[in-house]
């Protein structure tokens, strides 16, 4: 693909309006969300979205998740049930996905869907998010903003690393606060959770009364981020490491000696938060493996070790 100039936008009124205005035009804008960057293209438009999976060389049966200002305008692409206005109620905007049946006649590329008769969509809760999709009004297709497999973005600088010259432009919204991907739950049938996330299983289960079953890794993609070598540093990853071998650049949890820390105090919050900054920070010291403490695999501990398990697969 041709080399392209990569803007820097500010999250202001101008700033936004320019990228609103470049996914018009069918260019590809990275944006914050409270979880991760974003790689935003116009979900309407086959090119645009045909754009995304060259920029970031991604398996073309991965679906997208879309993005949207309000419920109005997700009810517009869905057939809705109660079980998802239950979950919306709880947890919109926020970092959680809804997979649904697409309604007939919306206006959504089948590339986003990469041939399901479902689509992903979510309200994001970042205030700059919030304000690019209102100023774009319509759907945004926003798989996150790093070549595919790799490390996720958690900061502009990051989006740079991996996409600067392949996309038109990058919204600095500054740091995200959640910095996992957003929890899937499928509810085109019986409740499922499709990718752990910041909404865990347990506090689904409460809001919809029910416990919500899990996805086996032996059924097919039906989601995004469920391919099994994902989220990936160039440093191959060994996971729960009592002890750190000669080289590694070491990557801990609670109280021990390393090179970074996810969270001192065993907090799961600032781990997940700081998981794929620090990823990013120990990757570009250039050690041929990154080890990763034991992380307690509750709460959000199934979500950090998701990702963990991914990053350390085969590739």
């Not at 297709?141 to 790093?146: G, I, K, L, T």
């Not at 606060?177 to 909404?199: D, F, H, M, N, W």
């Not at 000669?246 to 907090?267: I, K, M, Q």
Request: overall charge negative.
């Amino acid at each position: 693909m041709a080399k392209l100039t990569t803007q820097t936008l500010a999250p202001d009124a101008e700033g936004l309006e320019r990228a609103a205005a470049l996914l018009h035009q069918g260019a590809l804008v990275a944006f914050p969300t409270e979880t991760v960057y974003g790689l935003g293209a116009d979900a309407g438009n086959d090119r645009a979205v045909a754009r995304i999976y060259e920029a970031k060389g991604r398996p073309s049966f991965n679906p997208l998740i879309v993005h949207l200002a309000d419920l109005d305008a997700v009810k517009d692409l869905v057939v809705w049930n109660d079980n998802a206005d239950a979950v919306a109620q709880a947890f919109w905007p926020g970092p959680l996905t809804l997979v649904l049946p697409l309604r007939d006649g919306a206006k959504i590329s089948k590339l986003v869907t990469a041939g399901l008769d479902t689509l992903a969509v979510r309200m994001p809760e970042a205030p700059v998010a919030r304000a690019l999709l209102h100023a774009f009004g319509g759907p945004v297709a926003a798989p996150s903003a790093n070549r595919s497999g790799q490390i996720s973005p958690t900061r502009a600088a990051h989006v740079l690393e991996g996409l600067s010259g392949r996309i038109e432009a990058v919204v600095d919204g500054g740091p995200c606060q959640v910095g996992l991907e957003s929890t899937i739950l499928g509810l085109a049938g019986k409740p499922t959770l499709l990718r752990p996330g910041g909404i865990t299983l347990d506090a689904l289960s409460e809001t919809l009364g029910a416990r919500v079953a899990e996805r086996r890794d032996t059924e097919a993609i039906s989601a995004p981020g469920q391919t099994r070598s994902h989220y990936a540093p160039r440093a191959s990853v060994r996971l729960n490491a009592t002890d750190w071998d000669p080289g590694e650049a070491r990557l801990g949890f609670g109280a021990v000696d390393c090179d970074l820390n996810l969270s001192p105090s065993e907090d799961m919050t600032e781990a997940a938060a700081n998981l794929f900054e620090y990823l990013h920070r120990l990757d570009a010291l250039g050690a041929h493996t990154i080890a990763v403490s034991p992380i307690p695999h509750i709460g959000l501990g199934v979500a950090i070790n998701d990702r963990l398990s991914r990053a350390a697969a085969e590739r």
